[in-house]
């Protein structure tokens, strides 16, 4: 199945038209700043205006789920500076919201993009910061994982795969295994 765009947006549309019709004018703003997310980036003023909606309506998770898709919007695009910033506001949002499990997510994906330029001190800080939290099995796999590609980077073959048996003994003391 291709992914159409255009089908797309027509539906996005098409969903922000009835909820304009019974007057849910943030909902259909969402919708439209949905569909502009689903692209490249282009005109930011839908985004900055919901984002700041979202803000002052006190409607943190949203504003935190938008500021994360439109990081991964500009990752998609090659804007890695833009990608980070927003990854770093989303985090501090969280962070104001008190949201552990939002933080923790961003906490993972700051990790990898740590890792992907090469910020391998700001990489083993955030590991050390994120191994406290009690993490999902699927974030303790990711983070395993990029402790281990962190330390076999740097020659410490045994210490990477002594961050990768953890995964299978972590996830038996969870019963998940």
Do not use: C, K
């Amino acid at each position: 199945y291709a992914f159409n765009h255009e089908e797309a947006r027509r539906s996005f549309e098409e969903a922000a038209r009835l909820y304009e019709s019974i007057g849910a004018e943030l909902d259909a703003l969402h919708v439209r700043v949905s569909a502009e997310l689903t692209g490249p980036p282009g005109d930011q003023t839908r985004f900055e205006t919901m984002l700041a909606r979202a803000h002052a309506g006190g409607y943190r998770s949203m504003e935190i789920q938008l500021l994360r898709r439109s990081a991964f919007q500009h990752f998609a695009a090659g804007d890695l500076a833009m990608y980070r910033t927003r990854l770093e506001q989303a985090s501090a949002a969280a962070e104001a919201a008190g949201d552990a499990l939002g933080r923790r997510s961003l906490e993972l994906d700051l990790l990898g993009e740590d890792l992907l330029i090469g910020r391998f001190e700001q990489a083993r800080d955030r590991v050390r910061r994120v191994r406290h939290d009690r993490l999902a099995s699927d974030q303790s796999v990711w983070l395993d994982q990029f402790e281990a590609f962190m330390l076999a980077l740097h020659g410490d073959y045994a210490g990477a795969l002594a961050a990768l048996d953890q995964t299978p003994q972590r996830l038996e003391r969870q019963g998940l295994a």
